[in-house]
């Protein structure tokens, strides 16, 4: 019996998924503001990584910076 050819992927580019940040035009991302900051948390309290979150990589520093200063100010919880 024969072996079957192997099948050939079809290769598709796609765009990249744009970060929520740069969507939306924000410029500074507030530490009071909480529910935005609670999006990149985890159940947990972590910070979700840039590849989960789909962060650019100046908002992912800029939105660790603001959850830093929220937790700091007793907004966030440092763990749940």
Known sequence: ???PSPKRKMVRFRDRAKCRFCRENVTHI???DT??????????GKMLSRKRSG???GHQRE???AL???RFL???????
């Open 1 to 3: 019996m024969p072996k």
């Open 30 to 32: 507030d530490y009071k």
């Open 35 to 44: 529910q935005t900051l609670q999006k990149l948390v985890t159940t947990r």
């Open 55 to 57: 962060n650019c990589a």
């Open 63 to 65: 939105a660790a910076r």
């Open 68 to 70: 830093k200063r929220a």
């Open 74 to 80: 007793s907004l966030m919880p440092y763990i749940s």
